[in-house]
């Protein structure tokens, strides 16, 4: 079992982390040691900041006075913002006196109401946070609501990438062409996640506070703002807020999670119909992951509770957990193994499902293949202690790198959050090997990291930084395994291994540093 | 219809047992279902024990067990107009008048007639289940001048002309809202899982269904119920009680107690039905695995290649797509059967059946499409005769050249609309007369002509091309039918005349037939309400097109996966030699599909209507086929990549695909 002692020490302050050559990790001092760092920082003018732009639109409702209406007015008002609930709170809190029966009438029917909830939610006490808190608890996004960059999705097969936005746009970069479609939509608020559907080049889905929202943005189109004729809206009712979202590999369906509705969807898209797939133990849905392979989808619940799906005829198998939630998953790539976390530990268990169709109930316990508690080094900069829960996991798509973002400590100076990366090795036995810490510059924590789904020379990892920025790291390798063929078809050759300083002629790095400062 | 089914063995053997397995389910639903409706009915909340204790011992009792028996004969009655009225393709009517026709149609009739006699029946159960004022139809009273004699009972018969009320409606909204389209799911799941998920959904439809029943029945029965009470009376020589008075007044219809009773047996009435063809839909539309090949020969009938390509049961070559795209994408060792070479001879027959068929569906989509297009790009008014020999040589040929992959008229598709005169009559008594918006006079004439009977007499069936499809001619229709490289599908040559038309030039008293019809058709056309019934719905004939698109759903899918599967599993290269014909067709698809979304109203959002128990799956069929479809060119494009430059094809498709592997779609 590989655990955080074995890693070499944090970089020191001011350094930064390049990418991965030769077995090790490389570093630069400061932007000199690094040209393509400083050409970026030229051309982007880095020290603005994108939160200057990135104010969120809370209620306006405080600004305006308070305007008298007839009960019956506020009343249908209360009805269309509110619901049943909401009606019988306006009613309830009006001091009209001529109909003291109703008022009596609803205040008991409220009062029931409210304990009714209030023993639901003692159940399940998420069911008590507001959307955004809820988004924000189960998000895989580290520090969800202030984070600049909400969501962030490579495109499966080409060198685009979606990013969703604190202002609740989404911008979308493609290397090959000059424009940056910007999408915004009336519904499309508080995104939590967003996802490019396989063997497509044009759709995106993304998951909004109230509904799913599926876009078809023309890559040839020259427009800049793709009008909102452009999305499909799917919604359910009961569906809301919906926090992860995920293709399946073969492109044919979407499934969706709410942690306020205990069914996940599964959407048709083009039909617009779902089917809910409805389990009532654990009081929600919060995580999604879907196995490169199709065959099993990952489900977590908000209680210790979470469920693995196979995909053909669509049961479940339930796995308790002991201590917390399951925070995070992820699948190797043929699907065989999935690596997940619970929230309350700091270690990252495996289970290992046989392909065998029908003959086995896949395993019988999960196995703990790293142990990720705090670990202090000591550094010319002092003691840094690295370590704690984990927020996400991601595997790249050959199955040889695994980056796991440690939540870190906020009120803890000393204990940043920090991406730690695995070399992971599958035979003899599968285990996880030390790679290293990814570090940004100073003051820049990391929120939110991806790999790149095709990357020829290794594994990309792009992490997106509290500072706005968004930045590849990549790891060059020879891949050990045999050459996968899946949706990536043909074979890819590991190509001689390159130096670091070539990769700035590659295409794929043309925007090795960015900011969403330059489009906006 | 049923006659020409029944020979076949898969009829014989699944359809028909999985239709007997339902309607046993729907039966042992029964006893909790009626449990459920007594004790809602005789609801009572001031005698919460006695209500009880009642409900306990007439559910022992023998009228109890007598309902039960009626009932559940009259489920196995639902089950079997399921079974016989049940379609894979929907009826889509195009106009008004379609519409009209659908309803007055005899067999429906039949079936109205049917529903409203098991609605009397149900009803009569429920009203002795009920029981209180409901139970009989007379009852002994006292006339005003004291001599004993029998009275209507006049809430039995209000009650008992609500059950034929609902059952009649529920026959009328079924062809409505195409209630007997049974659909296939993209989520394979369990039947006790799926069963359970569309409970919910049961009771909310029938309740509301039961409602605007129920509804609509007391304003019928306001105005006109007194005609079956004089009726009954007559009859039955029964007296009506003047110290009561009568129902169909306000005063009388306003009893709240009444209206619930009404409401919760037409809502039982309609559960129980419901749930018969929630039963029937789940089993009827299991997957069902056929071998791919077979050792015994006298199995070889019942192997998917064999069964893929038959005709008749559409739902046998529905469920054999289903398996294919199922089979490509979930097991390997089916697959491996598939790529195999037979035994003596070394041929891939499996293969080139699956592969033919999948390639002649796409065609003939293809075809309709682009017929369609051009009758409707045309605006009626030009080339009528591109279109009309075209239609006739493909059909004239697809007959003698078995290796011509085209099954256009012997589908029961919205194509054969266009051919009805070919196809016509057994398949589709139903659906012949009104089908889309072919027999509404103001439809464009082109297409109307493309219905006419061959050898009618009339002036398009001259033998000139036209420069239509001359041009186009060789872009879709390759003319040499072995040429599979060059990137068209093959199709019958449209440039060689059949004898058959060759037919008489057009007559003076034609002519003036032609001239009179124009003429009365000018003068309908301005009354609103013949406007109202013959003019086309919206979006209906685009729907009507793609009726059938969930076997080219699966048709696409089994193919890309298969080939997807082949880059790795194939081991003899038999998917190689067709590879370029299954991307032109994909690609000649692609380009008809796009050219049909441009048309209005075919990308226009159908209405999404929750309430019903219709399925309105058919209406979205377009779009699913649109994504379908690149899907699978993408997976092909992906999984072959830059080898895909060494397929042999034309320049365009090649321009195309091109596209595809940038992705730029």
């Known amino acids: ?520 | 219809m049923f006659s020409a089914q029944q020979s076949c063995w898969f009829v014989r053997k699944v359809i028909c047992w999985r239709a007997a397995a339902s309607i046993a389910w729907a039966v042992l639903l029964l006893p909790p279902t009626t449990a459920a409706f007594i004790i809602l009915s005789r609801f009572s909340i001031l005698h919460p024990f006695q209500w009880i204790s009642e409900c306990l011992s007439l559910l022992t009792s023998a009228s109890a067990i007598f309902s039960f028996i009626l009932l559940g004969g009259v489920i196995i009655i639902v089950g079997f107009l399921n079974l016989e009225y049940y379609t894979v393709i929907p009826n889509i009517a195009c106009s008004k008048i379609a519409l009209l026709g659908q309803l007055l149609h005899p067999r429906q009739f039949l079936s109205s007639l049917v529903h409203c006699i098991m609605g009397i029946i149900v009803a009569w159960c429920c009203a002795v289940t009920i029981g209180g004022r409901y139970e009989t139809l007379g009852y002994p009273c006292v006339e005003s001048d004291g001599s004993p004699e029998m009275c209507l009972n006049e809430y039995h018969l209000v009650l008992l002309l609500a059950g034929a009320f609902v059952g009649f409606s529920h026959s009328l909204l079924g062809v409505i809202h195409n209630m007997n389209y049974v659909s296939f799911h993209t989520v394979q799941r369990y039947k006790y899982l799926r069963f359970k998920g569309s409970l919910p959904l049961v009771v909310k439809c029938s309740a509301t269904q039961a409602l605007y029943s129920v509804r609509n029945y007391i304003v019928i029965y306001f105005f006109l119920g007194y005609i079956p009470k004089t009726w009954m009376c007559k009859t039955l020589n029964l007296h009506l009680n003047s110290s009561l008075h009568s129902l169909d007044t306000i005063a009388g219809l306003l009893d709240l107690c009444l209206i619930y009773h009404l409401w919760i047996s037409a809502t039982f009435l309609l559960f129980t039905w419901y749930i018969t063809l929630v039963l029937f839909r789940i089993f009827v539309t299991e997957v069902y695995s056929f071998p791919v090949q077979s050792s015994f020969t006298e199995d070889s009938h019942q192997c998917l290649p064999k069964v893929i390509t038959e005709k008749q049961p559409m739902i046998l070559k529905f469920l054999a797509l289903q398996d294919l795209a199922l089979l490509s994408q979930h097991a390997p060792l089916r697959r491996s059967e598939v790529f195999s070479l037979s035994q003596p001879g070394g041929h891939p027959h499996n293969w080139n059946a699956i592969s033919k068929e999948c390639l002649s569906l796409l065609s003939d989509l293809t075809q309709r499409l682009i017929v369609y297009h051009d009758t409707v790009a045309t605006n009626g008014r030009a080339k009528p005769l591109s279109t009309g020999s075209e239609r006739k040589t493909s059909s004239d040929t697809s007959g003698d050249d078995p290796f011509t992959p085209k099954s256009t008229p012997l589908m029961k598709t919205p194509a054969s609309v266009f051919t009805r005169s070919v196809v016509g009559g057994p398949q589709s008594p139903l659906t012949a007369p009104f089908t889309p918006d072919l027999d509404s006079p103001f439809a464009s004439p082109a297409l109307r002509r493309l219905t006419a009977p061959v050898g009618q007499c009339s002036p398009w069936h001259d033998t000139v091309q036209s420069p239509h499809i001359m041009r186009r001619g060789p872009k879709l229709w390759s003319t040499s039918t072995d040429s599979h490289v060059n990137g068209s599908p093959q199709l019958s040559p449209a440039s060689v005349p059949s004898p058959k038309q060759e037919v008489s030039k057009p007559s003076l008293l034609a002519q003036f037939l032609q001239n009179r019809k124009e003429q009365v058709k000018n003068f309908l056309a301005k009354r609103v309400l013949i406007m109202y019934l013959f003019n086309k719905l919206p979006e209906a004939s685009s729907q009507a097109l793609f009726a059938d698109s969930q076997a080219h759903i699966w048709a696409l899918e089994g193919l890309s996966y298969l080939v997807q599967a082949s880059f790795s599993e194939d081991r003899f290269g038999v998917v190689q030699t067709t590879l370029p014909s299954i991307l032109s067709s994909m690609l000649v698809l692609q380009e008809a599909v796009d050219r049909h979304f441009k048309l209005p109203h075919a990308s226009s959002k159908p209405v999404r209507s929750s309430g019903t128990m219709g399925d309105c799956h058919y209406k979205t069929l377009r779009f699913a086929l649109r994504a379908t479809l690149k899907t699978a060119i993408y997976r092909i494009t992906t999984t072959f990549g830059d080898h895909l430059s060494t397929v042999q094809m034309s320049a365009e498709h090649r321009k195309r695909l091109q596209q595809f592997l940038e992705y730029k779609e």
């Open chain 1, 1 to 520: 079992m590989c655990s955080l002692a074995l890693f070499p020490p944090p970089l020191p302050s001011g350094h930064t982390t390049l990418c991965e050559s030769n077995n090790e990790l490389l570093s630069g001092a400061s932007s000199e040691d690094h040209r393509l760092i400083q050409v970026s920082q030229n051309k982007l003018g880095i020290n603005k900041s994108l939160k200057l732009h990135s104010r969120t639109e809370s209620s306006s409702k405080a600004a305006f006075l308070d305007h008298s209406e007839t009960l019956w007015m506020r009343s249908a008002a209360a009805w269309r913002d509110g619901g049943f609930t909401g009606l019988l709170n306006e009613i309830t809190n009006s001091h009209t006196e001529d109909i003291f029966q109703i008022l009596k009438i609803c205040g008991c029917t409220l009062a029931l109401l409210q304990w009714v909830s209030s023993f639901h939610g003692s159940l399940f006490p998420h069911l008590t946070l507001s959307s955004e808190d809820m988004i924000a608890e189960f998000s895989q996004v580290l520090n969800w609501p202030d984070c600049v960059v909400r969501a962030f999705a490579w495109h499966p097969h080409t060198d685009k990438f979606a990013v969703a936005l604190l202002d609740d746009s989404i911008k979308i970069y493609n290397p090959k062409s000059a424009t940056t479609p910007t999408l915004k939509h009336r519904l499309q608020r508080s995104v939590a996640a967003v996802q490019w559907k396989p063997l497509c080049a044009s759709a995106l889905a993304v998951a909004c506070q109230n509904c799913l929202l599926v876009w078809h943005v023309d890559p040839c189109s020259l427009s800049t703002r793709p009008s909102s004729g452009c999305a499909q809206v799917l919604s359910h009712p009961g569906h809301s807020p919906v926090t992860s979202i995920a293709w399946s590999p073969s492109g044919s369906l979407l499934v969706s999670a709410s942690p306020m509705d205990t069914a996940m969807m599964v959407w048709d898209v083009a039909a617009e119909n779902c089917v809910p797939l409805q389990r009532v133990g654990g009081g929600g849905v919060t995580f999604l992951s879907w196995s490169p392979d199709g065959s099993h989808v990952l489900a977590s619940t908000p209680s210790l509770l979470f469920r693995v799906w196979e995909t053909r005829m669509w049961t479940c198998e339930r796995w308790p957990c002991v201590k917390g939630r399951c925070q995070s998953g992820c699948w190797s790539p043929d699907g065989s193994r999935l690596l997940f976390t619970v929230q309350g530990e700091t270690v990252i268990y495996a289970l290992t499902f046989t392909d065998a169709p029908g003959t086995s109930k896949g395993p019988q316990a999960a196995a703990v293949v790293a142990d990720l508690s705090e670990t202090t080094f000591n550094t010319q900069d002092g003691d840094i202690t690295v370590g704690g829960e984990i927020q996400s996991l991601a595997w790249d798509p050959k199955g040889e790198r695994l980056a796991v973002l440690l939540k870190g400590d906020a009120q803890a100076a000393d204990r940043p959050p920090v991406i730690a990366v695995f070399k992971t090795r599958t035979s003899p036995i599968f285990e996880l090997l030390p790679c290293g810490f990814v570090q940004g510059e100073p003051g820049a924590e990391p929120r939110l990291m991806q790999f790149h789904p095709n990357f020829q020379h290794g594994a990309l990892l792009t992490v997106c930084w509290s500072t706005g920025r968004i930045t590849h790291v990549p790891f060059y390798f020879l891949s050990a395994g045999v050459p996968h063929f899946g949706l990536n078809g043909s074979p890819s050759l590991p190509r001689p291994q390159e130096r670091p300083s070539d990769f700035a002629n590659h295409p794929t790095f043309r925007f090795v540093v960015w900011t969403p400062e330059e489009a906006s």
